[in-house]
Each structure stands twice: as structure tokens, then as C-alpha cells.
């Protein structure tokens, strides 16, 4: 069964910190590249970074670059989402995906596979 699952989510401080991991089961997550999105209430979903399948290249939404940091180690099949200096909006659910096309960044359409979600809440 081919799977993504995200974990890591939870509910922190304004300014605080997560890690979210995105493993794979069923496939080689070497192969493809691995973009996150997140959807607040009321909001489109949209994404927050990508990585490309060797890791080498990285894409970040404006709104979180500098505070964001996506890796992956291949050798245990996850993706890893840093958040450092949280911030209420970015309050959402955070999904991880799958696509072959990493260059094409965040276009939905590309991405095959998706996780279910994990919650993330910012608020004091």
C-alpha cells in the first residue's frame, strides 16, 4: 500500500517551534520529489516548501522562507519540515505529497500521492 503519514503537529507558542515528518511506505521515496502545503480555515491550500528527490534543491514559499527549513533522509524514507519562529498564521493543516516534477514547485496537479494531515496551531 502506498502511503505518505505526517507527524509532528501539535499546539505551540507564538515564536516556538516543530519538526514535521512526512514518512513514505510502499515506495522509494528517492525517486520523487516532496512538497508541503498547509490549509488554514476558510483558506486554499497552499504550498510551503519543496524538496527535489536527491535533496540538492529547495523551494520556500515567501511567507515562510527564513523561518522554514525542509530536508529529507532517503535512507529512512522521510521528509522533514523544520518550523522555527512560529507564527499564528501559520495556524493550518500541514500535508506532505509527492510529485516527479520538483521544477514545477508547487503546482497541485503534479502531486500523486498525499498524506492525511497533521494540525499545526499556533496561539498563547
Known amino acids: 500500500q502506498l502511503e505518505l503519514v505526517e507527524s509532528g503537529g501539535g499546539l505551540v507558542q507564538p515564536g516556538g517551534s516543530l519538526r514535521l515528518s512526512c514518512a513514505a511506505s510502499?515506495?522509494?521515496?528517492?525517486?520523487?520529489?516532496i512538497g508541503w502545503f498547509r490549509q488554514a480555515p476558510g483558506k486554499e491550500r497552499e504550498g510551503v516548501s519543496c524538496?527535489?528527490?536527491?535533496?540538492?534543491?529547495?523551494k520556500y514559499a515567501d511567507s515562510v522562507q527564513g523561518r522554514f527549513t525542509i530536508s529529507r533522509d532517503n535512507v529512512a524514507n522521510t521528509v522533514y519540515l523544520q518550523m522555527n519562529s512560529l507564527r499564528p498564521e501559520d495556524t493550518a493543516v500541514y500535508y506532505c505529497?509527492?510529485?516527479?516534477?520538483?521544477?514545477?514547485?508547487?503546482?497541485?496537479?503534479?502531486?500523486?500521492?498525499w498524506g492525511q494531515g497533521t494540525q499545526v496551531t499556533v496561539s498563547s
Open positions: 524538496i527535489s528527490s536527491n535533496g540538492h534543491a529547495t
Open positions: 510502499g515506495f522509494a521515496l528517492d525517486f520523487y520529489a
Open positions: 505529497a509527492r510529485s516527479n516534477y520538483f521544477a514545477h514547485y508547487f503546482f497541485e496537479y503534479d502531486y500523486d500521492l
